[in-house]
């Protein structure tokens, strides 16, 4: 099979996905069952035909509207497929046919259901982040992976504690240290490490914004924890040279 092909397939699993995770990202945080009753228009409620199903292709053939009300459907439905397809994509560019690139695939894809949820609902579910964490451990070395897991996780709770007692107030939560509990399982060290500093230069901007707009909304820190690291994922080799040389020169 060509590598062409190869790539096509990794796009259509990964829209395919993509597509449940629309239904994730939906109704976990509603508190609904995510398999019954049936896909259905949020609006009018009326349950969907298999061909307003079709990833990406049913949006674009409604034109981004319910076939039953008319209503508009939200953009993130086609986005979330797409992206979930790109990130199908160059995880199997990255890895190649290996036997536990289904795993980090779904690693990275319940990842995105948590930056789509926290964004929203400054929530993150610990069916999906607890989800994650176990998906990650699966890979060449699961003991290692469990063992960085532990000290990245342990590592950010002290910090947490720690922060807490000095600020009287709550620097992080839970929910962080999970998400930091998968980075490691996925990264190792030092990787780990390059992504929480890359993590925080990605929310340094909004920050700076938000300073700048007085504004007092909360700014979500799991987007920028999975962004870091799945660049990192991706570039480990071109990370590690750069942080070489910024750190010997």
């Known amino acids: 099979m ?5 790539i096509g397939i990794a796009f259509l699993f990964g829209i395919v996905v993509g597509s449940f ?10 508190g609904e069952n995510i398999a019954f009753p049936a896909s ?4 009018c409620h009326t349950p969907l035909k298999w061909w307003h199903n079709i990833p990406i292709l049913s949006w674009l053939i ?5 076939y039953f009300c008319q209503e508009k459907i939200s953009k993130q439905y086609p986005l979330i497929e797409l992206v979930s397809g790109i990130i199908a994509v160059l ?6 046919l290996v036997w536990y690139l289904p795993f980090v695939f779904l690693t990275f894809t319940m990842l995105l259901v ?3 949820i926290d964004l929203k609902y400054m929530a993150v579910p610990d069916s999906i982040n607890l989800l994650a964490l176990t998906l990650a451990f699966i890979g060449p070395d699961i003991i290692a992976s469990f063992q960085y897991a ?3 996780a342990g590592g950010l709770a002290l910090l947490r504690y720690y922060l807490h007692y000095f600020l009287k107030k709550e620097p992080m939560g839970e929910g962080d240290i999970i998400v930091a509990g998968t980075m490691g399982a996925l990264l190792g060290f030092p ?5 929480l500093f890359l993590s925080a230069v990605l929310a340094l901007i909004p920050s700076l914004i938000a300073t700048w707009t007085r504004s007092d909304k909360a700014i979500p820190f799991v987007p920028y924890l999975v962004m870091a690291t799945f660049i990192v994922y991706l570039f480990d080799n071109q990370v590690s040279r750069l942080a070489e040389w910024i750190i010997y020169g």
């Open 2 to 6: 060509t590598q062409a092909a190869l």
């Open 21 to 30: 995770l629309n239904v994730l990202i939906y109704r976990i945080p509603q």
């Open 40 to 43: 259905r228009c949020s609006s």
């Open 62 to 66: 409604l034109g981004g509207k319910c």
């Open 91 to 96: 995880l199997y560019l990255k890895l190649g």
């Open 114 to 116: 948590l930056i789509m």
């Open 150 to 152: 532990l000290i990245a």
């Open 191 to 195: 990787l780990f490490f390059y992504a």
